[in-house]
DNA sequence: TCAACAGTTTAGAATAATTATAATGTATAA
DNA sequence: TTATACATTATAATTATTCTAAACTGTTGA
């Protein structure tokens, strides 16, 4: 299947119509050979330059939530002030680097996931995810 | 040492004087049985509540910050609309329950705090946290 | 082919969390 | 007690995200 057909699939599964704006997101995301982090912000810069022309913020946020959704992306979540997303979407942890604000994937080779002894009763264990603080040694812990 | 005086020795120690305001934060956050878990604005209509007065939003935070930065106060990313801080500052994992927007201490006697392989070269470990997502099992994950 | 409709995109407004500002108030050390 | 440095506050500013309503586009069926 040629990667076009690839996209439109995946849009057309997550509820989706392929137009131009969503393929380009599919070919910044998914056309590439390994995974990688972004931001809401740093997708839609990225867009507006390969594309010579501003996308709106909005589309993006809608799509990039209808492949999470789906489970296209994850979301993770390091401080509050915003979104992280992942195109990895296996069960793996992560690496945060507080001095460079970089966020580091790394797999059950380097990070054992950890046994959930008990759970609580009546719910079922959707994810279980491991983050790493990290920081040059002389400085203190944001 | 009475209670004050404690609350006192915090601040001093978090380079903060005390004032009425912050005192009252101290109440709130530790003149308890148990740790549990806020969110800035929780804690400030709280406070509001019992000073039957407002207090400010940047003092709230102002306060949580150094509390947070000297160590008194953990904070916890889940989603990335709000903070969470934990009274609890010792080495623990939590449970997220999606349906509820619930957040649930467990230490290591419920999840084995997971060993770290191989570390980012010349960077120290700040922590290793585990969150665990749950929901009721005919639901989707959120 | 083309009209009609459902779904899209967009700019800009609205919201919400957080941080900054600047005027006024207060704890503290001398 | 007083001067000073630090605090508090209301309010404005900022930033991420979501909402809205108008203009646009792809698709379907006559």
Request: net charge positive; with cysteine.
């Amino acid at each position: 299947m040629s990667k076009k057909n690839e996209f439109i699939d995946k849009l057309r599964s997550s509820g989706l119509r392929p137009t131009k704006q969503r393929l380009k997101i599919c070919e910044l995301l998914f056309d590439r050979d390994n995974t990688f982090h972004f931001t809401i912000n740093d997708l839609a810069k990225n867009i507006s330059e390969m594309l010579n022309e501003k996308i709106s913020l909005a589309t993006v946020y809608n799509t990039v939530h209808a492949f999470k959704y789906k489970g296209y992306l994850k979301e993770i979540s390091i401080n509050s002030d915003k979104s992280y997303f992942d195109t990895n979407t296996t069960n793996h942890h992560h690496f945060f680097d507080e001095d460079t604000n970089e966020l580091i994937d790394c797999d059950e080779k380097i990070i054992e996931t950890p046994k959930i002894k008990r759970n609580i009763s009546g719910k079922k264990i959707n994810s279980v995810e491991v983050l790493v603080k990290v920081a040059t040694d002389n400085q203190n812990q944001k």
